[in-house]
């Protein structure tokens, strides 16, 4: 039986948080004369109203959570905070409609960073910090996602882990568990903050810094300039943010122990050091590429190589060069990028490497199995034997990711929208990238779209950032059945 | 350890046969005056001359075959029929590079129809029917790998056939499985000969109604016909190749029952059923849609729709309309069904629906799964449970397909194909289909493309066909390693 108590108390939570970091972003209409702040008061206000109904409701403490219950919390908290996240930009006086302000608070809150706007410059200073809010919203939402709720329900993979990763113990939300989702918090907020102080100190004004600080840590891609990070032609910021992205795309328990010095941890993880070399490989043949067919100075060449490619890669999306100007070869490559990820228990969507790793693994077996079928042969992550169901597991959420990224493509083709773009925007909208090739380029943005495509893509963008399954099963009759 | 001997003996017979059937297309050359028979007739004795030699190497009637030998025969075996198979192509006046005749000579032998001939009418005939015959060969080939080999080597899933289908009951192969094979053969040879009938009465000439009738029951699409199907405007000739292609596409073993009557066998087989209604479901659907949209009549529309949704989902590849003139929705649907396939048993080639259909209800367990963790649940196809080692195998095979699809793209778009012809090409000779979407759509051919671009999609023809496993096996450690 399902108890919609918890569920309205959590969601309550979540949108008094949400209304008050709108009201939050108010002080900082006073760089532009305090433009259009009522939109945040209004929406501000609202959203907290609405949250204290939704928590006071049958209100008790101490209620635990089950794992439909569960489910249902992921989804609906999602779905309330996107609609709630979306007033800003319809209350304001930009005249939005319903479709573009949905498409960018979820493009927000996925930590995606597709956006309909054009001028970004022009938009007021207030709403901009709520948008690069939102994204950092939806990053620490989805920390707390992976440590603490998809173990619980069995998806996401925490036993892929660093060994030392705390897993589920019963099928109740564990205190140590929420002792850890603060501990990552906390350095998801201490990131936030030195790189804050960094790219101040490298010359960004103070608002600029605050708003790149909060969408880097996310992997999200918001930019509050109209060029992304090309605006910033000083290749320290680059660099700067060139490293924080892929932190930010490293499982923050990693991070955790490379901050305590545990570096025989960090280096104990499969997943990282995968992601590390891979990343490597591709700046080395796409730095050489690029040098040497278009002539782009040596340094140049690696560090635009580098910044497109780990954007890509953690899902982030900002962008310092147009790679579709770098032949068709690259461009694919560049697609074929969206459907990867960087690590999971990061902010970074997609598929993510720690499922690659456990294809690879299985696919080469598989042929070891094909010449000895008798044998028990099983892979291994980081030294440890893997169960044949989360093997399993990992293979359908790759093959659904896929049949979901095809159901999308044939969807905005019938839709009218072209080919290529409709592959392009279908994979990055899954895998919470932002950029994609065709018309949703490095320098395009999703605003042409009708509102059709834009509704659809923000469901595809929820979908992927909730690992397809928390979505998925509330349609199928298992989960409605009574047990 | 391996042992040359009975390797060498099996790919000598191939050759003695592959030889024997070109001088047999000799006769043809009487249409145009002999037109290029010494092509054949230097390549037929030079190739029984190699296969005797290769046939008489250390002579030794029965020795028995072992898992690793298996991969070699089939291997070298279409390695050896392809080069040639190549050689009326490169001995003919038509002055065809090495290039194109080893993909003419692979899309053949492979049943994919793609093809670098831009005038096929302007062929010698005699050419023409070797051009035919070798996707006869190919599908008769496919056949006898599908019931006697493969599931020798534990690939291609025979298991999931109906249920009575002829299992293997031990490493070495089984007598009645010879049976089954020579049994599935006949029916192979009985339809094309009752097409070749029809054909003719209903007006065909001779040389056309036999090159179909080829072309048709080995799903390859060789047309003598530079508009392939198109050319002959009767209805009744098109509904008649419409049903042997899906005949063509159905498992031989349900075609066994149906001919012996036995139709609640035919009806018990799950893979049947999901084609034909799936394949009922999308006549349906683009019929209403062309008929609508594009003002063609009621009859035609859905004979159109019928034709090409057959066509490309049994890997045939005749046209009868240019698909891609439907609009870009019905563009991206068919590019979708160029990685559908028909079923398992029958010549045709791609991923075939009973892997769609383990993937489809493994798909929906897994949720199941996500809410009872403990339970042991595991699908059934035909009523009966599946092992969990084949539904990993069939996992596997997907992803590597795909896997490969995507290596296939990045290459050719590396070599300089735009994005959208390298998706439809990879797409296409991967499943063995022939036609696909970009600039090697319906109407276009593949002479254009480079030479690099040739060998490798020639490759990728053979990885498909050979159910992948067969080649990439040669590429990894554990089959050089001895025991």
Known sequence: MINIQPISNIIGVLLILVGSLQLLCIPFGMLDEYRDINALLYSGFLTIGVGFLFWIYKFKSSASITK?????????????????????????????????????????????????????????????????????????????????????????????????????????????????????????????????????????????????????????????????????????????ILLFMFLAGTNYTVIYFGLRGKFKNVWGSEEFRVYLFFILALILSVGLIIHFNYAIPLEEAFRSAAFQIVSIITTTGYITADYTQWGVGITMLIFVLLFIGANAGSTSGGIKIIRHLVLFKNSLLEFKRLIHPRAMIRIKINKQLVDGKIITHVLVFLLLYLLLFVFSSITLCGLGIDFETALGASATSLGNVGPAIGKVGPVDNFGWFPPSVKYFLSFIMLLGRLELFTILILFTPYFWKRV
């Open 68 to 240: 439909k219950e569960g489910y249902l919390i992921v989804a609906l908290g999602w779905f309330f905070m996107s609609f709630f996240s979306a007033l800003p930009y319809k209350f304001s006086s930009l005249e939005i409609g319903y479709a573009d302000s949905i498409f960018e608070s979820i493009s927000g809150l996925t930590t995606t960073g597709a956006t309909i706007f054009s001028d970004i410059e022009s938009l007021p200073r207030a709403l901009l910090t709520w948008r690069s809010l939102s994204q950092w919203i939806g990053g620490m939402g989805i920390i707390v996602l992976t440590v603490a709720i998809f173990p619980l329900l069995g998806i996401g993979g925490i036993e892929l882990f660093v060994a030392e990763a705390p897993g589920p113990t019963s099928d109740k939300i564990h205190p140590r568990i929420q002792e850890t989702a603060k501990r990552l918090w906390l350095i998801y907020v201490a990131l936030t903050a030195f790189l804050f102080l960094i790219l101040f100190a490298l010359g960004m004004t103070g608002f600029d810094a605050i708003n790149h600080a909060l969408t880097t840590m996310a992997t999200g891609g918001f930019s509050t300039k109209n060029n992304s990070i090309a605006y910033f032609t000083s290749p320290a910021i680059q660099y700067v």
